[in-house]
């Protein structure tokens, strides 16, 4: 698609749509299936978002296709389409490997359970009880306790069966025990439903699907498009967005991109009112991300049997959210690619991916940045000779990302990997009772992170603006 200059564009849209994350995909799929004009105008020169791929000759690399609820298949068939859905199929075997324990499991309610009384030695009421509190959380719960204080209710002192339910749900969203217990159970109820998923193709296929759904559906798609500012009236309504020098009209616009960046950036500081400038200051990003990508020569590629599909790792001797943030990493999420689940690859591809602070690597010098990012590969190599000896002899490509590489791609502050802590539901919420109009749907307060909370809040805000509109 050629630059922003050289595109056109209709005088006036129903709604625009900043930014082609899954979530900013979904709410133009949902408008324009409901007869709204829609464009959608997304800064990469491809669509997705942090749902992304990248090519290294015959390499083809998944940033974030390592594992979702069963949500996915009803979301993705009811908003989306059949090709979609039936393209989601189970991970069946996700390990842990830690100092406390190493176990494989289906990650689903039956298995935990077996897990948690068998050889965890709880009593079964405790965790049948667990899982109906952690089932029935909801938005308008008590928002006061932890996730932290959820578990010592009902396993004191068992650091180790915290670290089973809590590791993994750390990894696909970034909460932390200090977070509110409802934006844990909530995620933990929808990947316990039924196990978890990917989507066989890869990433590349399922955007590719959902690019020519939207063409179908006659949205008017714009890559390489950034918008620089939303157009708010003197009502404190939406007018347009502006985007290389022009203004686009419309009523309505939903912003994909980062919250906050949508606040202080698109709309800008002096538009909103003190008290709520206050409210969206005190939203804190969710942390970042490194990942380690591997390709294995075609000719060595690895069984199912010997990694698993997922594997959590680590050498710390407890859970703590500091180490798994920290530079010295100690914990790691193995995702193994293999050419029968992703049969386009021909190959087995490996990422190694850590939760990460965006400072511990913003501001480095060009000669340790390029140290930093040697040691993450040096560090995920061999982190992973331990469950395949000679793995160094088989890779035949590696590279890494760190927070500053999602932040470059995705122009998400701090180079956030989920959106906001929890706190940045009720603001994302509340940008059309301050600005007529507006709307933001992507990664935000945990629950509505990952790529079920992404579509699934997609879908909510688009039927928002439908009203919206319909109101006139
Ligand atoms: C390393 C990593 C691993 C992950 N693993 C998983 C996983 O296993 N399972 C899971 O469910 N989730 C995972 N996630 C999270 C998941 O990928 C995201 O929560 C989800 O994809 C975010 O979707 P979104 O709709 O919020 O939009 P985003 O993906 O954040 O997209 C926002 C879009 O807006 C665009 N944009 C921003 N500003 C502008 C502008 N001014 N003009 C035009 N366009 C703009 C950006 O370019 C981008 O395309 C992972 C994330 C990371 C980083």
Redesign the pocket.
């Known amino acids: 698609m050629p630059s922003v200059a050289r595109q056109s564009f209709r005088n006036r849209y129903d709604a625009v749509v ?7 995909m979904t709410a133009a799929n949902v408008l324009a299936r409901a007869g709204r004009r829609v464009l959608l ?4 020169f491809k ?5 992304t791929w990248f090519k290294r000759g015959q390499r083809v690399f998944d ?6 609820p069963v949500g996915m298949i009803k979301s993705c068939r009811r908003y989306w389409n059949a090709e979609i859905a039936d393209s989601i199929v189970q991970l069946k075997d996700i390990r842990f490997d830690n100092p406390m324990f190493s176990l494989s499991t289906t990650f689903d309610r039956t298995d935990f359970t077996r897990l948690l009384v068998e050889r965890f030695q709880v009593k079964p009421e405790a965790v049948e009880e667990f899982f109906d509190v952690a089932r029935r959380m909801n938005f308008y719960d008590d928002q006061s306790l932890t996730a932290g204080q959820l578990f010592e209710r009902y396993f004191p002192g068992r650091e180790d069966v915290v670290r089973l339910l809590m590791e993994p749900i750390t990894y ?1 969203n970034g909460s932390t025990l200090e977070d509110p217990a409802l934006s844990y159970g909530i995620v933990f109820s929808n990947f316990m439903s039924k196990g978890v998923y990917t989507f066989r193709d890869g990433t590349e296929d399922l955007i590719l699907l959902m690019q020519k759904e939207l063409e179908k559906n006659g949205v008017d798609l714009r890559l390489r ?4 500012k939303i157009v708010i009236g003197k009502h404190k309504q939406v007018e347009g967005v502006s985007l290389a020098g022009r203004t686009i009209k419309t009523k309505a616009v939903v912003s ?3 919250l906050l ?1 949508t606040i202080f950036n ?1 709309v800008g500081e002096e538009l909103w009112s003190k008290d709520f400038v206050e409210q969206a200051r005190a939203v804190r990003l969710n942390n970042s ?1 490194t ?1 380690v990508y591997m390709a294995l020569k075609p000719e060595t590629p690895i069984e199912r049997g010997q990694c698993g599909d997922l594997l959590f790792c680590s050498t710390a001797p407890a859970f703590r959210t500091e180490a798994l943030l920290s530079r010295d990493i100690t914990s790691r999420t193995f995702s193994f690619y293999y050419p029968d689940t992703r049969p386009g690859l021909g190959r087995c591809a490996i990422v190694a ?1 850590t939760n990460a602070n965006y400072d511990d690597w913003a501001g480095l010098s060009k000669e340790d940045y390029a140290a930093g990012k040697r040691d993450l590969i040096d560090g995920a190599v061999a982190s992973l000779e331990k469950y395949i000896p000679d793995v160094r002899q088989r890779l035949d490509f590696v590279e890494a990302a760190t927070p500053l590489t ?1 932040e470059r ?4 502050i701090a180079g956030a ?3 906001t802590k929890f706190e940045g539901l009720a603001v994302s919420r509340d940008l059309p009772e301050r600005i007529a109009g507006l709307y933001h ?3 935000v307060g945990i629950i509505m ?6 579509v699934n809040y ?1 879908v909510i805000v688009a039927n928002d603006v439908d009203a919206f509109l319909m109101r006139g």
């Open positions: 900043i930014g082609g994350g899954l979530g900013g105008a997304e800064q990469h669509l997705g978002g942090l749902a940033v974030s296709l390592h594992g979702f696909a498009c950034p918008v620089d994909n991109a980062n960046g698109l991300s990942q991916s999602f791609y995705t122009r998400h990997s989920f959106g749907a992507g990664s992170s990952g790529w079920l909370g992404a997609g």
